[in-house]
């Protein structure tokens, strides 16, 4: 090396150290070889990268990250590239070549330390077409004043010869640290993988946003139980998620063998067309996490708070959403009901009396043509519109219809092309050929043929018509106070390349955009009939599809260990509605057809519970429930303890999931949802939800349910001061579902306390 060299090396180090950066660099004495190593550095994380030179060629390579506080690695021996893009020369459509960020293929990759970090410039890829003229630019934020690494990426073809498809980012093999490892998989309302190394090898992958995946994040811990019966965090663990301010089209994925692989695919905008770039929507967010999954879900929540482009934050005041009917923020009981008219008017009154509160129905089958067939073209059942005037005469009865938001039948009247060639075809979403996409969804045509149904794709203008008139059909014509557009929340972005749309063909965010736009439409047209009170609510929970909409269905939230993680991020911004209590075959008749099915009432139990604990509105019952007494008692409470603490669930925020001592058995019952293996969780549930005043905490509420059949004494931890809450300046009392209160003092809350066998109350406590 000479004087130059290392003159210039240290003139760079002791710039770069100044922004979290240290490169190191060697050479062999043969000139085909050199390394160089870079340190990037924030307050709690320190990444090591290598950049490696081979015969001209050069690829960087992630060495390790660390977290400083416990001075341990987390990722595995063998790293994954940082990122690998997709890329093809033009014409060869789905045919693609992966080009790796520590491939030693690159011709050239710069570095340029910048006030925050790096930039490393990826120049061309191989010798030869069509990754000759690729490019890609990472740059790295990190500063040992602040917590955590930000990642962002920009890819172009650089000319006409290659076209760049997707980019694989956010790329790290995380090792295993035993039995107390904990992963957290934001699927549906999130689940946590206890011990993930141990169950087993599995790959999970999932579209983003959609029925899956509402956000995209992963948290990494590990924690032990403490000699007081209570979790405790065993090391520092990390978070890792893809910060995209326009919510664009991702697949995220874990794959567990030895080690935790996570990453997400973001697909690109024009893919396959020549001479295209893109950026990566946002960034990738490295943090460390002191606790657990909850923490996790604060620093999204932060993030959503202040950037993302879908947080309602001009429709949200001291009373919730402002922009969302009051009848559905204060609601709590649901039905779900596939009747006739005549049917619905006298179930639906004897549901409301029995549970003695207000009730709202998800109304199927009230439209004349078959469930899944002859869509989207919906027209009401005779005497419709006097049902739902009778039922909606007292203001304690809301009708919400079903319509669907995505599917046009390719044989829309009976076995007949009624409309679909001469008007849907041309809104369709479409492959790279051209042609619809069309999908089966079980239903079946007069013949015992199956219904094919094209995806529409929600950028067309004839579809945001045709969605807008059946919304109007329904609210204008026949006056219900709700309609439920079904997918717009659980549908994964498609792939359209139909220029004609007028969008980008491939990725990006303008599937959100245009559904996006077809909502505010609708909400527009609603107001300008004077139809504010008219509530619209989707499929699941795909966190984009939030400003426009004001209720999710979380049917789905159905699996083991699930932890309310979107309710931490989201809670107050948006009404959850209903757990389906009646889907598939049981598991008993799957793995044996003759028997029938069992703990129905404990699963009954088991969903309530966690979904009172979770602030989702209660229900998607079938109305007879009312007359099973093994379970209707049970439900009630749920329903009149939730409805008393209601403003906590719209105009409140979640806090962090009180702590019962290990103590606490656990139950297993069959869900009854559809592949799902037996579930098992804590016998007693809890939550707990607070109201602020003027910036600070008013009252929290602490729910408890127990969904056993015995009593369970119990210990709980309640994390007082990170609530907002002076133990020496609060009330506290017990309330019971049926409005029972009883005043506890503080050293009360800190002793054993016993629930009654399927049971729910409440403390709530009060900032003096």
Same mark, same amino acid.
């Given at each position: 090396?000479?004087?130059?060299?290392? !003159? +210039?090396?240290?003139?760079?180090?002791?710039?770069?150290?100044?922004?979290?950066?240290?490169?190191?660099?060697?050479?062999?004495?043969?000139?085909?070889?050199?390394?160089?190593?870079?340190?990037?550095?924030?307050?709690?994380?320190?990444?090591?990268?290598?950049?490696?030179?081979?015969?001209?060629?050069?690829?960087?390579? =992630?060495?390790?990250?660390?977290?400083?506080?416990?001075?341990?690695?987390?990722?595995?021996?063998? @790293?994954?590239?940082?990122?690998?893009?997709?890329?093809?020369?033009?014409?060869?459509?789905?045919?693609?070549?992966?080009?790796?960020?520590?491939?030693?293929?690159?011709?050239?990759?710069?570095?340029?330390?910048?006030?925050?970090?790096?930039?490393?410039? +990826?120049?061309?890829?191989?010798?030869? @077409?069509?990754?000759? #003229?690729?490019?890609?630019?990472?740059?790295?934020?990190?500063?040992?004043?602040?917590? *955590?690494?930000?990642?962002?990426?920009?890819?172009?073809?650089?000319?006409?010869?290659?076209?760049?498809?997707?980019?694989?980012? /956010?790329? +790290?093999?995380?090792?295993?640290?035993?039995?107390?490892?904990?992963?957290?998989? %934001?699927?549906?309302?999130?689940?946590?993988?206890?011990?993930?190394?141990?169950?087993?090898?599995?790959?999970?992958?999932?579209?983003?946003?959609?029925?899956?995946?509402?956000?995209?994040?992963?948290?990494?811990?590990?924690?032990?139980?403490?000699?007081?019966?209570?979790?405790?965090?065993?090391?520092?663990?990390?978070?890792? &998620?893809?910060?995209?301010?326009?919510?664009?089209?991702?697949?995220?994925?874990?794959?567990?063998?030895?080690?935790?692989?996570?990453?997400?695919?973001?697909?690109?905008?024009?893919?396959?067309?020549?001479?295209?770039?893109?950026?990566?929507?946002?960034?990738?967010?490295?943090?460390?996490?002191?606790?657990?999954?909850?923490? &996790?879900?604060?620093?999204?929540?932060?993030?959503?708070?202040?950037?993302?482009?879908?947080?309602?934050?001009?429709?949200? #005041?001291?009373?919730?959403?402002?922009?969302?009917?009051?009848?559905?923020?204060?609601?709590? =009981? $649901?039905?779900?009901?596939?009747?006739?008219?005549?049917?619905?008017?006298?179930?639906?009154?004897?549901?409301?009396?029995?549970?003695?509160?207000?009730?709202?129905?998800?109304?199927?089958?009230?439209?004349?043509? %078959?469930?899944?067939?002859?869509?989207?073209?919906? +027209?009401? !059942?005779?005497?419709?519109?006097?049902?739902?005037?009778?039922?909606?005469?007292?203001?304690?009865?809301?009708?919400?219809?079903?319509?669907?938001?995505?599917?046009? #039948?390719?044989?829309?009247?009976?076995?007949?092309?009624?409309?679909?060639?001469?008007?849907?075809?041309?809104?369709?979403?479409?492959?790279?050929?051209?042609?619809?996409?069309?999908?089966?969804?079980?239903?079946?045509?007069?013949?015992?043929?199956?219904?094919?149904?094209?995806?529409?794709?929600?950028?067309?203008?004839?579809?945001?018509?045709?969605?807008?008139?059946?919304?109007?059909?329904?609210?204008?014509?026949? *006056?219900?106070?709700?309609?439920?557009?079904?997918?717009?929340?659980?549908?994964?972005?498609?792939?359209?390349?139909?220029?004609?749309?007028?969008?980008?063909? *491939?990725?990006?965010?303008? $599937?959100?955009?245009?559904?996006?736009?077809?909502?505010?439409?609708?909400?527009?047209?609603?107001?300008?009939?004077?139809?504010?009170?008219?509530?619209?609510?989707?499929?699941?929970?795909?966190?984009?599809?939030?400003?426009?909409?004001?209720?999710?269905?979380?049917?789905?939230?159905?699996?083991?260990?699930?932890?309310?993680?979107?309710?931490?991020?989201?809670?107050?911004?948006?009404?959850?509605?209903?757990?389906?209590?009646?889907? &598939?075959?049981?598991?008993?008749?799957?793995?044996? %057809?003759?028997?029938?099915?069992?703990?129905?009432?404990?699963?009954? !139990?088991?969903?309530?519970?966690? /979904?009172?604990?979770?602030?989702?509105?209660?229900?998607?019952?079938?109305?007879?429930?009312?007359?099973?007494?093994?379970?209707?008692?049970?439900?009630?409470?749920?329903?009149?303890?939730?409805?008393?603490?209601?403003?906590?669930?719209?105009?409140?925020?979640?806090?962090?999931?009180?702590?019962?001592?290990?103590?606490?058995?656990?139950? @297993?019952?069959?869900?009854?949802?559809? #592949?799902?293996?037996?579930?098992?969780?804590?016998?007693?549930?809890?939550?707990?939800?607070?109201?602020?005043?003027?910036?600070?905490?008013?009252?929290?509420?602490?729910?408890?349910?127990?969904?056993?059949?015995?009593?369970?004494?119990?210990?709980?931890?309640?994390?007082?001061?990170?609530? *907002?809450?002076? %133990?020496?300046?609060?009330?506290?009392?017990?309330?019971?579902?049926?409005?029972?209160?009883?005043?506890?003092?503080?050293?009360?809350? !800190?002793?054993?306390?016993?629930?009654?066998?399927?049971?729910?109350?409440? $403390?709530?406590? @009060?900032?003096?």
């Amino acid at each position: 090396m000479t004087d130059f060299s290392l !003159r +210039f090396l240290k003139v760079l180090a002791t710039r770069c150290r100044k922004n979290a950066l240290l490169i190191v660099a060697s050479l062999s004495f043969a000139p085909l070889y050199a390394q160089t190593t870079y340190k990037v550095e924030s307050r709690d994380l320190l990444l090591l990268l290598e950049k490696q030179q081979v015969s001209g060629f050069q690829g960087l390579k =992630l060495l390790s990250l660390e977290e400083k506080k416990n001075r341990r690695v987390l990722t595995a021996g063998e @790293t994954p590239p940082l990122f690998t893009l997709s890329y093809s020369a033009p014409g060869a459509g789905q045919s693609q070549l992966p080009a790796h960020a520590d491939s030693v293929a690159w011709k050239q990759i710069g570095s340029a330390a910048t006030a925050d970090g790096i930039v490393f410039s +990826f120049r061309g890829f191989g010798n030869s @077409t069509p990754g000759s #003229d690729l490019s890609v630019e990472m740059k790295l934020e990190a500063s040992p004043e602040k917590d *955590g690494i930000e990642i962002s990426y920009r890819a172009a073809a650089g000319s006409g010869h290659a076209s760049v498809s997707a980019m694989t980012i /956010a790329r +790290f093999s995380f090792r295993d640290f035993g039995k107390q490892t904990r992963l957290f998989l %934001p699927h549906g309302s999130g689940i946590v993988l206890n011990d993930p190394v141990g169950l087993g090898p599995r790959n999970w992958k999932h579209g983003y946003p959609g029925y899956a995946v509402p956000m995209p994040w992963f948290a990494l811990w590990s924690e032990s139980t403490g000699p007081d019966g209570f979790r405790t965090n065993r090391n520092t663990g990390i978070y890792l &998620g893809v910060h995209d301010q326009n919510g664009s089209r991702k697949e995220i994925a874990c794959t567990i063998g030895k080690n935790i692989q996570l990453q997400v695919t973001v697909q690109a905008e024009n893919m396959y067309e020549p001479d295209n770039e893109f950026s990566i929507g946002g960034k990738t967010v490295l943090r460390t996490l002191q606790n657990d999954w909850f923490d &996790g879900a604060m620093v999204y929540k932060d993030w959503v708070r202040r950037e993302a482009s879908w947080f309602p934050r001009t429709a949200l #005041d001291e009373n919730g959403r402002k922009d969302s009917p009051q009848w559905i923020k204060e609601h709590s =009981l $649901w039905a779900m009901h596939r009747v006739s008219p005549e049917e619905m008017t006298p179930v639906m009154k004897d549901f409301r009396q029995a549970f003695g509160v207000p009730a709202a129905v998800h109304w199927y089958y009230w439209h004349k043509n %078959p469930y899944d067939n002859d869509y989207p073209h919906f +027209f009401p !059942r005779d005497g419709f519109r006097e049902a739902v005037q009778e039922l909606q005469k007292n203001n304690d009865i809301f009708i919400m219809p079903y319509i669907n938001g995505l599917l046009w #039948d390719s044989r829309d009247r009976g076995m007949e092309d009624w409309l679909y060639t001469s008007e849907a075809v041309a809104g369709t979403s479409k492959g790279t050929d051209g042609k619809p996409r069309l999908y089966t969804y079980g239903s079946k045509e007069s013949d015992g043929s199956d219904v094919r149904l094209a995806h529409m794709c929600p950028a067309t203008e004839i579809w945001q018509k045709k969605v807008l008139e059946n919304v109007l059909r329904l609210a204008r014509e026949n *006056g219900t106070k709700a309609v439920y557009i079904d997918q717009v929340a659980a549908a994964i972005p498609e792939l359209c390349f139909d220029r004609s749309h007028g969008h980008p063909l *491939g990725g990006g965010n303008w $599937w959100n955009a245009g559904y996006r736009k077809m909502l505010e439409n609708i909400h527009a047209e609603l107001a300008r009939a004077g139809l504010n009170d008219v509530a619209i609510t989707t499929e699941c929970t795909g966190e984009t599809s939030l400003p426009i909409v004001d209720g999710f269905l979380t049917w789905h939230h159905q699996l083991e260990n699930q932890v309310p993680a979107f309710s931490a991020v989201y809670g107050g911004t948006i009404q959850m509605i209903g757990r389906d209590y009646r889907a &598939g075959k049981t598991y008993a008749e799957r793995t044996e %057809p003759r028997m029938k099915k069992t703990n129905e009432p404990l699963a009954c !139990r088991m969903k309530a519970a966690e /979904a009172l604990c979770f602030g989702e509105q209660i229900g998607w019952f079938v109305p007879t429930i009312t007359e099973e007494d093994d379970k209707f008692p049970f439900l009630k409470d749920v329903v009149h303890l939730r409805n008393r603490f209601r403003t906590y669930f719209y105009k409140g925020e979640m806090c962090r999931v009180p702590q019962l001592d290990s103590n606490v058995p656990r139950v @297993t019952a069959d869900w009854n949802f559809y #592949d799902s293996p037996l579930i098992s969780a804590p016998a007693l549930r809890t939550g707990a939800w607070k109201l602020a005043r003027n910036g600070k905490t008013a009252s929290v509420v602490v729910l408890f349910a127990n969904t056993s059949s015995e009593n369970i004494t119990a210990s709980v931890k309640l994390e007082l001061s990170e609530y *907002g809450i002076d %133990p020496k300046k609060m009330s506290v009392f017990r309330i019971d579902a049926n409005g029972g209160r009883e005043k506890l003092t503080a050293p009360q809350i !800190r002793q054993p306390v016993t629930f009654t066998k399927e049971s729910v109350s409440a $403390w709530e406590i @009060t900032c003096l």
